[in-house]
């Protein structure tokens, strides 16, 4: 069903919104429809008392001060207790709390709507014979918790009332012109919509809840060197763009996966590379089991504005950078996992990759013919197959930080500007070149939303926000030095960053970008002919732009998806959990931080 609803927004325009059905008829906790008009249950049993599950203002503060302030030790805590209780028995009062326990029980119950980390690990196989690698004799362990808890209480989330999204829709500006934003506003939950209703009539009117997925390696740095851990994190497509980037309940870590280690010689080895992959598949899949009879038959949850809906699940998006991207997809080194493009010619022609296409192929075609022609790697059996509906290589979205920011920009062309002005000035020459271009950098005068660098482009290491920072000032610190094609490729390229980086965007926003995008491979030919790039521009993230017009019309802006989003809960999720750890032992005690 669909109904359009006109939203005058002046007196002479009108902006349309098409709504995918209406939002879920509000139910009660057992699923029975309320009466039209019904109010939503109270969230609380004691919904006058804010301070629940203390009595008062008074008992919480006591408790913040003794458990989170002075950090006052049992003993120490009953003993107060029991000088309190003495001296206000005086007027048949008593003390706030009985005993530390009461106190700790108090505070343990505020946090009950945390999901605990669990552990499951992969033993190896008992028939192993002597000698074996340690990789394939060691035990792995992989955290998580479970999604569909981890959901329920994203969706029962009061603060993301108002800015949540319980229905697809298709929303057209006063100019009869389609614009893309949240993720709801996306052909992808849309289609995914019509694809459950019809599959299964009795769904229909369920709310579609989609599932986002994000995982991405990350190192914390201790005096003793690096831990690595490979977080999976999870967000839904309900809650608007802008409550997902700010809002750290709308993205949860729910696993830590296995990151097996070997001696050196085994780094090419493609029985262990097999092993790492199938091991992250599987470990995906096994997380996300209890996702599954969701996905199908729908599940009554409370939504944001307190009401209760059935919600159907879906896995909707993963945000992945590029090495990731081709473990999750099964593709072989350079290949493209969106596309079947010829890795030495990725801009080029090259058909949509579906699961449909990868598994007809599979059965019908010789492991070194997939291999070679189509980039499949058959060993590996994406996780996504597990689930209904879901493909892999539809569902990887862009990702405004490794494919534009930190890749096309600051890999390529920074690196390929500098490369230029060595090959045409020589070394001693574009050196001095480069020192002044770093003088003109740091000389960037002090505006808002202009960053300055007193030391030029030279940073020890460069984040995201470097690299946005130094697109603001780059092309002008640069455009004396470099002939007139190269500025116009750059020109082209941050054009296009700029235009795909907004929050909204509309159809004549996609053209411009597909015309600055066009541009910018016209104009990149300077640096093949010039010697700097021989071969060419197959580069799988360089690449990825082409494939951005349509993402953006399938999930919305990119800002809404963009890595940047799980790498700023890194911080949160392992950086400082990490700190306030022991840091000697691992993962396990990281997770089950013991409030006592
Ligand atoms: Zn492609």
Request: charged share 25%; hydrophobic share 35%.
């Amino acid at each position: 069903m669909v109904c359009i609803i006109y939203i005058p927004t002046s007196v002479s325009k009108l902006t349309a919104v098409a709504w995918h059905g209406g939002p879920g008829a509000p139910c009660d906790p057992d699923g029975n429809n309320l009466p039209f008009g019904a109010p939503p249950p109270p969230r609380h049993d004691d919904e006058h008392n804010v301070w629940a599950p203390f009595t008062g203002q008074s008992q919480f503060l006591l408790a913040d001060f003794l458990f989170r302030k002075v950090e006052m030790s049992a003993p120490n805590i009953d003993y107060l207790m029991e000088l309190w209780a003495f001296e206000t028995a005086r007027y048949d009062g008593t003390s706030p709390f009985c005993s530390h326990k009461e106190a700790y029980e108090a505070i343990d119950s505020i946090r009950a709507g945390d999901v605990p980390w669990e552990c499951l690990s992969v033993e190896p196989p008992d028939d192993l014979p002597a000698g074996a690698p340690t990789w394939k004799q060691n035990q792995y362990q992989v955290w998580y918790r479970n999604p569909d808890t981890v959901i329920k209480n994203m969706l029962d989330n009061p603060d993301f009332n108002g800015q949540f999204d319980y229905v697809p829709y298709v929303y057209t500006d006063g100019n009869g012109q389609r614009r893309w934003s949240n993720v709801m506003s996306g052909n992808y939950a849309w289609r995914q919509c019509d694809t459950i209703f019809e599959d299964d009539p009795t769904t229909e009117g369920a709310t579609y809840v989609g599932v986002i997925l994000g995982s991405d390696k990350t190192t914390v740095s201790v005096a003793t060197g690096h831990v690595e851990y490979h977080p999976l994190y999870l967000s839904i497509g309900n809650p608007h763009n802008a409550v997902r980037r700010a809002h750290w309940n709308a993205v949860t870590p729910i696993g830590f996966l296995a990151i097996p280690k070997s001696d050196r010689k085994y780094d090419d080895d493609q029985e262990f590379r097999t092993f790492k992959r199938k091991l992250f598949h599987s470990s995906i899949s096994a997380i996300l089991q209890p996702l599954k009879s969701g996905m199908t038959t729908p599940v009554v949850r409370r939504c944001p504005d307190g009401h209760y809906r059935w919600v159907i699940y879906d896995l909707c998006a993963f945000i992945a950078d590029y090495p990731e991207q081709v473990m999750l997809a099964g593709i072989v080194q350079n290949w493209c996992a969106r596309c079947t493009a010829l890795p030495e010619d990725l801009d080029g022609e090259g058909g949509r990759r579906t699961r449909e296409l990868t598994d007809l192929v599979t059965r019908t075609l010789p492991s070194d013919v997939l291999w070679d022609q189509y980039g499949i790697d058959d060993d590996i059996v994406p996780f996504t197959n597990d689930f209904p509906r879901a493909d892999i290589h539809a569902i990887l979205t862009p990702d405004l930080l490794h494919q534009v920011i930190k890749g096309t920009f600051k890999d390529h062309l920074v690196q390929w500007t500098g490369e230029y002005l060595q090959a045409i000035h020589g070394a001693a020459h574009a050196d001095e070149i480069m020192d002044d271009i770093d003088r003109r950098i740091a000389a960037t005068p002090s505006f808002p939303g202009l960053r300055q660098f007193p030391h030029g482009r030279r940073f020890k290491q460069w984040t995201g926000d470097d690299s946005k920072a130094l697109m603001k000032v780059y092309l002008p610190a640069v455009a004396e030095y470099v002939p007139e094609q190269l500025v116009r490729c750059l020109r082209s390229f941050l054009d296009f960053c700029y235009l795909v980086r907004r929050s909204e965007l509309g159809e004549d926003t996609l053209h411009q970008a597909e015309n600055a995008l066009r541009s910018f491979h016209e104009e990149r030919e300077i640096f093949k002919t010039s010697g700097i790039r021989p071969t060419g521009f197959s580069l799988p993230r360089q690449h990825s732009l082409v494939h951005y017009l349509r993402l953006i019309q399938e999930y919305g802006a990119p800002n809404g998806l963009c890595s940047s989003i799980t790498e700023s809960r890194h911080i949160t999720a392992v950086k400082r959990p990490w700190r306030r750890s022991n840091r000697f032992e691992a993962l396990g005690q990281m997770l089950l931080v013991k409030t006592h």
